[in-house]
């Protein structure tokens, strides 16, 4: 069989698997196959290309595999108003979802609040922070 043949379809077929995939799981497989097609007209034979493949795969797989998770890897940064969930809060202007209105102090900051079952927090209650969903409070009343 022609090991051009197969070298170049291994290329192919794992440059297309990594096109779809995106997410950089067979590229080693790419330069492997590439290493492997250059070894072909230096006269190298069928074993030594598969262990060329096989050599330069995990060599790039070992060399890049931190780089790309690292790069991959979204960086969620925790900000101090996580620490306001489980907290209680004062509301400072009444609470209605379908107007919308509410405002409650916590942690000594205003924040725009929701209702988390759509109930209205009359002004001066005490609520307990439920979660935050962009720069709005949700809470619930204490109970």
């Known amino acids: 069989m022609n090991m051009y043949v197969v070298w170049v379809g291994a290329i192919v077929v794992f440059g297309i698997l990594e096109g779809v995939t995106a997410q950089l799981v067979s590229i080693w497989f790419v330069a492997g196959s590439l290493a492997a097609l250059i070894s072909v007209p230096l006269g190298a034979p069928q074993w ?23 790069r991959l890897t979204p960086k ?55 979660k935050i969903e962009g720069v709005k409070l949700i809470v619930s009343i204490k109970q």
């Open 48 to 70: 030594l290309q598969f262990v060329i493949f096989f050599a330069v795969s995990l060599i790039v797989l070992i060399a890049l595999r931190p780089l790309v998770k690292k």
């Open 76 to 130: 969620i940064e925790k900000t101090n108003a996580d620490k306001c969930i489980g907290q209680d809060a004062i509301v400072t202007e009444e609470i209605n979802n379908i107007v919308p209105t509410g405002q409650v102090k916590a942690d000594g900051n205003v924040w725009t609040a929701r209702s988390s079952d759509g109930s209205i927090i009359p002004k001066d209650s005490i609520v307990t922070v439920e």
